[in-house]
């Protein structure tokens, strides 16, 4: 069997199995959670659903698969039972180890920060301020633990725990671990250049996942891995305020706009290598 996709919801997803079944082709559908990923039998019709399931896409509410579902029996809406579950053990399930470790690692930091004071914590892991410590290398990624308040904390590991977590579980933990690592020493050498080492923060590498979870969206719509149109406006909007100065605080703007650049070069690098998005089991 084949991977064809992993559609949000699984009403549209069974809309359309019970569409290809009046078309002779067998689709399975296992839940993840309100997802639901559709498997092909028959790996030689792959390029005949691919046509299908774009059209689908298009307009899933379309009278054609209402009235597919009718003939094959499948219109019970009481067949899908989600389960309930409170937010935090939802998250938690949906995060990788690369997500998690890096979650705990800032809130470690954090703590360390309030316990020992910036300046000590800083000394270990600030970017390389000078050719002396270039050869220190974990300093060109340590530097996004840095975090100097809880406000600053929590809006970034928010947004990371969002959109890592969907990176790695849909893109796997290698294309997680190059973007974070690519980001973050290309957003704290540019941070450097405008502000010298004293800077801190995983919202460049936020930005990097920003533009790669959006870009790649946008070009396989089909995808679970997609950020809201309007969520973007807003993350631009908020990098423009950043510039000039609205909320009266330090931003690392040159950190976030290379960061944004790295993710929508790698996205695009991504979308035009893919082999496809079938997945064989």
């Known amino acids: 069997m084949i991977r064809v996709t992993t559609l949000s919801n699984a009403r549209l997803a069974q809309a359309f199995i019970d569409y ?12 993840q959670g309100r997802a639901a990923e559709l498997w092909l039998e028959n790996d030689e019709e792959l390029p005949r659903v691919e046509a299908a399931l774009e059209t689908f896409l298009l307009d899933p509410m379309h009278p054609r698969y209402q009235a597919a579902s009718w003939r094959t029996g499948s219109a019970d809406r009481g067949r899908f039972h989600y389960q309930r579950a409170s ?10 180890p690369l ?6 690692c800032c809130v470690l930091v954090f703590v360390l920060m309030n316990i020992f004071g910036d300046d000590v914590v800083m000394y270990w892991l600030a970017f390389p301020s000078g050719p002396s410590r270039y050869l220190q290398v974990w300093r060109w990624v340590s530097h996004i633990l840095l975090h100097f308040s809880l406000l600053h904390l929590l809006f970034n590991i928010v947004w990371w725990w969002y959109l890592a977590s969907a ?4 893109r796997g933990v290698t ?3 190059v973007l974070t690592l690519l980001s973050a020493v290309v957003s704290g050498l540019v941070q450097s250049h405008f502000s010298g080492a004293l800077f801190g923060g995983l919202s460049g590498v936020v930005y990097a996942l920003m533009g790669y979870v959006w870009w790649y969206g946008e070009k396989h719509p089909a995808s679970p891995l997609m ?15 950043g510039y000039f ?6 931003v690392a703007n040159a950190a976030h706009v290379a960061g944004l650049v790295i ?16 997945r064989r089991r």
């Open 20 to 31: 290809m079944k009046t078309e002779g082709v067998t689709i399975e559908m296992q839940q």
């Open 87 to 96: 937010w935090l053990p939802a998250l938690r399930s949906q995060a990788g």
């Open 99 to 104: 997500t998690l470790s890096v979650f705990l």
């Open 167 to 170: 990176v790695e579980k849909y």
């Open 175 to 177: 294309t997680l671990a």
């Open 227 to 241: 950020m809201p149109r309007g969520v973007i406006v807003f993350a631009l909007l908020w990098l423009i305020a």
């Open 245 to 250: 100065d609205v909320f009266g605080i330090a």
């Open 263 to 278: 993710g929508l070069l790698m996205a695009f690098w991504d979308t035009r290598h893919a082999t496809g998005t079938g």
